[in-house]
Structure formats: structure tokens, C-alpha cells
T-cell receptor
Framework: AQKVTQAQTEISVVEKEDVTLDCVYE???????LFWYKQPPSGELVFLIRRNSFDEQNEISGRYSWNFQKSTSSFNFTITASQVVDSAVYFC????????FGAGTRLTVKP | NAGVTQTPKFRVLKTGQSMTLLCAQDMNHEYMYWYRQDPGMGLRLIHYSVGEGTTAKGEVPDGYNVSRLKKQNFLLGLESAAPSQTSVYFCASSRPGTRSDTQYFGPGTRLTVL
């Protein structure tokens, strides 16, 4: 069965700090996809990244970076030089057939 | 393009009442989904559809029914609402292909059942 664990329920940082959000997954499949979504206070879900199980290259997009390690079944998300606008709930998700979401990590960035 | 839209945005029901949530997408996506979001539990799949006229159960289907009469619309029905169905409901859609493709979400419907 597929499962996603986001062990950090809430994280609070001060602006300009770097922060890493952890995501650990369980799956029996060799082919699967991993996602990160952002849910700002306004409530909508914003797609951030999709990564397939065969691509372990790290991804960087501006201040965002993702570290995918199959050996540890982890897909961690780092925000560099955090900003107040990064405050949101972040969800990691795993898809074999159906999408399974983690419980989310609430990130608060204080000025 | 409006993307994925949901109506209504908010609704309050009494126990036992029925209602239908409407999801519409203008991206010509084949696949559509209904999720519920509860505190501390992330999103859980209720039902999904891989094409017009087809529906299937997700992780938490009990108490809900769905219909996909048109490709662009996916309806979620509650026949007899219960307080346990108080939640935020999200609709999503994805391209033809597999259900592993990126899903694009609507703005959500906040439902309270008293």
C-alpha cells in the first residue's frame, strides 16, 4: 500500500532562514510519481513539482529545491531564504494509480 | 481559461439534507477527482472518473455519489448529510493518460453539516 509521511506538523522560521520540509513515502511499485503542492492561507492548492521514480536528479527552481533519494524513500523540499509569502501548508503526495497525500506541514515565516 | 471551478464555495446543511457540489473544468481533461480535506489528514480521494460516463470509488466513498454526464463536469452528491461530512471538498482534473499525471485543483467548497 502507498503511504506518505510528513513528520513535521508545523514549522516556524524567521524570514531569510532556509527551511527543509521532509517527506517519506512507502510504495511497492517501481514506477511512481511524487508531487509537492502548496496551500496558501487563501485555500487553493498550487502545484509545485512532479517527479517520476526514475529521475533522481535534484531540481532547483528559484528559491525552491527538491532532493529525491530512492535509497531512503524521501522527497524533501527546501526553501532558501524564506519569505513571508512562503507561509502555507505544503503537501507531499505519491501516485502509483491513485494520489495519496501526506498530512501536510504548516510553514510559518515570520518577518 | 478558468481552469477548475467549483460551486458553491460555502454551504451549511442540516443533518439529513441533500446537496450536490458541481465541478467544472475547461482544460479538456479526461480525468476528474473529488477529494475531501480534513485537519491533520491531508486530502483523501472520494471518487474519480476516467472519462465521460464512468466513475469509480476512491479511498473514502461511503455516503457520496458522483456522476460524470459531461466531460467537463463532475458532480458530487450527498444524499443524507451527516456531521462527519463536514469538510473542505476539492475537485481536480488531469490530462488524458494515467492517474499519475499532475492534478489541477479547484478552489474548494467548505461544507458544514449541523
Amino acid at each position: 500500500a502507498q503511504k506518505v509521511t510528513q513528520a513535521q506538523t508545523e514549522i516556524s522560521v524567521v524570514e531569510k532562514e532556509d527551511v527543509t520540509l521532509d517527506c517519506v513515502y512507502e510504495t511497492r511499485d517501481t514506477t511512481y510519481y511524487l508531487f509537492w503542492y502548496k496551500q496558501p492561507p487563501s485555500g487553493e492548492l498550487v502545484f509545485l513539482i512532479r517527479r517520476n521514480s526514475f529521475d533522481e536528479q535534484n531540481e532547483i527552481s528559484g528559491r525552491y529545491s527538491w532532493n529525491f533519494q530512492k535509497s531512503t524513500s524521501s522527497f524533501n523540499f527546501t526553501i532558501t531564504a524564506s519569505q513571508v509569502v512562503d507561509s502555507a501548508v505544503y503537501f507531499c503526495a505519491l501516485s502509483e494509480a491513485d494520489m495519496r497525500f501526506g498530512a501536510g506541514t504548516r510553514l510559518t515565516v515570520k518577518p | 481559461n478558468a481552469g477548475v471551478t467549483q460551486t458553491p464555495k460555502f454551504r451549511v446543511l442540516k443533518t439529513g439534507q441533500s446537496m450536490t457540489l458541481l465541478c467544472a473544468q475547461d482544460m479538456n481533461h479526461e480525468y476528474m477527482y473529488w477529494y475531501r480535506q480534513d485537519p491533520g489528514m491531508g486530502l483523501r480521494l472520494i471518487h474519480y472518473s476516467v472519462g465521460e460516463g464512468t466513475t469509480a470509488k476512491g479511498e473514502v466513498p461511503d455516503g457520496y455519489n458522483v456522476s460524470r454526464l459531461k466531460k467537463q463536469n463532475f458532480l458530487l452528491g450527498l444524499e443524507s448529510a451527516a456531521p462527519s461530512q463536514t469538510s473542505v471538498y476539492f475537485c481536480a482534473s488531469s490530462r488524458p493518460g494515467t492517474r499519475s499525471d499532475t492534478q489541477y485543483f479547484g478552489p474548494g467548497t467548505r461544507l458544514t453539516v449541523l
